[in-house]
């Protein structure tokens, strides 16, 4: 858990026993997570600044306009003398305050723009280690560069983490002039980036990455490594070696100090209900081809309700009586599913990949073969694949050539590798839903901070329908509607297919879309970068473009700036509001509306009783129902599957503790 009573937030008691800075995994007890569950709603989740930071950014404004009349050089040469102050007494006080502002006086010289009292609120949050929630388009790239800077000038190694490679080099392009002015040295790790090439750069001032770039490097550092991680041995592998330096096995060449974690709600809950895994490829053979091809035969005879029971929501198969029996008699052509345990788990997965896992909404298939779509982001994850034989019987399904097995290695949670950091912060437009949470698994309240100027968005009225057919009908009439005056149009969808049927639909009434979905991850940039112009109508699954603005001119912001519409509700309330957040930015106008059916998945699957109950009560009316019952039904879905994430989060890390145990690995191994 972090505490700040400690102005030097490196000084910490849990300091893992190894060369490069990283803290030591904390191990819970049953009894100390009861009293922290029972304790947890006593403790604010969410606060604001008070008169003292507002006090504290007058007096970093006051010490700004001092240093207006420095050359550039003794600008930061300035911010530079506080480092060993900083570093002796920590990140408070005047030399503090100092620093502060030489970076943002820095900054509107290098860039043209200076740090608004909201930013630089935003920017001390972050670090002194808060989750700070900062409205989006608040300019939160910007905000970075305060604790980036003052950290690295400490000393300390500095990690920006972002969803994308995209957003990793546009954040290091953006404020690379302010950290070379200083005498920083930064890089830039992509999936792109050659492993010869990482522990340099690793090994730079500022480093900008993804999480998953970061969290793979720091697994394959423990698997080269082994248990010859301590300090000792580090140091006598040093002197006895016959290339005196570091180990050259290692990639994170200086350790775990200070991460600033953009989207912070996306890493450490939507990506965090799985861990991250490191496999190793087992070439195919043909008894598991044919194994695969048998099992997916009988897979496919079977038929729903009376053999087995789906729960697509949880993704689950429940095999009834007559399965059980038919798997009895089945004769396999492998020896691998000779065991009745191993035939079973076989056709649950064979079931699931023939009717739990969709085409274009969970898997696209392009000159690669099979490619998984991330659920939450929209984006495709080349280097991903599902486990327990589930891929290759999806690759059987979609008759494509058969990948590799993988084995696994070594695996990881992103709770337990950001809690490895000496300390980390976090932002985000949208963490105030996943407060308690934060609070409860990472020590951390959301720090909300004001935007800079009054928000000009209207939310228009939810519209409810009974058919899809009419939903779509009335998401192609608005959205020609809004661009016939000269507006811009955002329309979210949640699958790919979903995407492109709307797309088609739009051509059809004689509209020309921009698609921006798994498809066109390459294009994301220029996509967006025209989403804002007069007319131009972009169709885009929920979460594709994050983090990057859509410029919107004053002929559009005249006319009412950008419209977003919402065609499917998701399964977090985060999600939605992300997406209504890429309107009206920075005080812009801009308007926004769901417009939904009562086909959803989301009502279908998390909230059945009641949806059945509208229909009913509307008479199975396929057109548009009243927009109250919308928001009940979307209200009761989320929390029901707000509570389902939770759960599953809860039970990754508790399945991850367990393992580590039943393996014997040391508490500061993998």
């Known amino acids: 858990m972090l505490s700040v009573s400690d102005p030097r937030l490196w000084q910490i008691k849990d300091r893992a026993d190894t060369v490069e800075p990283e803290r030591r995994p904390e191990t819970r007890h049953p009894s ?103 409205a989006t388009g608040e300019g939160k790239t ?30 290091a392009d953006t404020l690379a002039p302010v950290l070379a002015a200083f005498g920083l040295r930064h890089g830039v790790i992509t999936d792109a980036t050659e492993h010869h090439l990482r522990p340099e750069i690793y090994g730079r001032d500022v480093v900008f990455s993804t999480n998953s770039d970061i969290a793979f490097d720091y697994l394959r550092d423990r698997l080269a490594l082994g248990h010859n991680r301590t300090a000792l041995s580090q140091v006598a592998q040093r002197i006895l070696s016959t290339k005196a330096g570091r180990d050259s096995r290692r990639i994170l060449t200086r350790g775990l100090g200070f991460a600033v974690v953009d989207e912070v709600d996306s890493i450490l809950i939507d990506e965090a209900q799985t861990p991250l895994i490191i496999t190793a490829q087992r070439p195919g053979d043909a008894a598991l081809t044919a194994g695969e091809d048998a099992i997916l035969a009988l897979a496919a005879s079977l038929e729903e309700g009376r053999d087995f029971q789906l729960d697509r929501k949880k993704r689950t198969v429940r095999l009834m009586p007559v399965a059980e029996d038919m798997l009895t008699g089945f004769v396999p052509p492998t020896a691998a599913l000779v065991p009745e345990p191993a035939r079973r788990e076989a056709l649950v997965q064979a079931l699931s990949a023939l009717h739990l896992y969709i085409r274009d909404e969970h898997y696209i298939l392009n000159d690669d073969g099979l490619v998984i779509v991330d659920e939450f982001t929209g984006r495709v994850m080349p280097d991903r694949q599902w486990q327990s034989g589930l891929h290759q019987l999806i690759e059987a399904k979609e008759k494509l050539d058969r990948s590799g097995r993988r084995e696994t290695l070594a695996q990881i949670t992103y709770q337990t590798f950001f809690a490895r950091y000496l300390w980390f912060a976090g932002m985000t437009g949208t963490a105030t839903e996943v407060a308690r949470e934060l609070r409860q698994s990472h020590g951390r309240a959301v720090f909300q901070v004001p935007s800079n100027r009054r928000s000009m968005r209207r939310i228009w009225p939810t519209r409810l329908f009974g058919s899809e057919a009419a939903r779509w009908h009335a998401v192609v009439a608005e959205a020609k509607s809004v661009a016939d005056r000269g507006r811009a149009v955002l329309i979210g969808t949640r699958s790919v297919a979903a995407s492109e049927h709307l797309a088609a639909l739009l051509r059809g009434a004689g509209l020309d879309p921009q698609v921006l979905n798994a498809r066109q991850d390459a294009d994301e940039a220029a996509l967006i970068a025209m989403a804002g112009e007069p007319g131009r109508i972009t169709v885009a699954t929920n979460m594709a473009g994050r983090g990057t603005d859509i410029p919107v001119g004053p002929e559009v912001e005249a006319r009412g700036g950008l419209h977003v519409i919402l065609t499917e509700f998701h399964g977090s309330a985060r999600i939605d509001r992300q997406l209504i957040g890429r309107a009206a930015r920075q005080g812009q106008r801009g308007s926004a509306r769901a417009i939904v059916s009562l086909n959803d998945a989301l009502f279908s699957d998390t909230v059945p009783r009641l949806a059945r109950l509208i229909r009913v009560c509307s008479f199975g009316f396929g057109g548009r129902l009243p927009g109250l019952f919308a928001e009940s039904l979307r209200k009761s879905a989320q929390k029901r599957t707000s509570a389902q994430g939770r759960r599953r989060r809860s039970e990754t890390v508790r399945r991850a503790e367990r393992q580590q145990k039943s393996l014997g690995f040391r508490p500061d191994n993998i």
């Open 32 to 134: 100390d997570e009861f009293i922290r569950r029972m304790l947890a709603p006593l403790r604010r989740a969410v606060f604001k600044p008070g008169v003292l930071r507002w006090f504290e950014v007058w007096q970093i404004r006051r010490e700004g306009r001092r240093m207006e009349a420095l050359a550039t050089e003794a600008l930061a040469a300035r911010v530079r003398a506080t480092a060993p102050q900083l570093l002796r007494d920590g990140l408070t006080g005047r030399p503090l305050r100092i620093a502060v502002a030489g970076v943002r006086e820095m900054t509107f010289r290098m860039t043209g723009k200076r740090h608004h009292p909201v930013q630089i609120i935003g920017g001390l949050g972050l670090l002194r280690g808060r989750i700070v929630e900062m």
């Open 142 to 171: 910007l905000t970075t560069l305060i604790p980036a800077v003052v950290v690295a000038l400490v000393g300390i190694p500095v990690h920006v983490v972002t969803v994308n490679s995209y957003l990793a080099q546009r954040d």
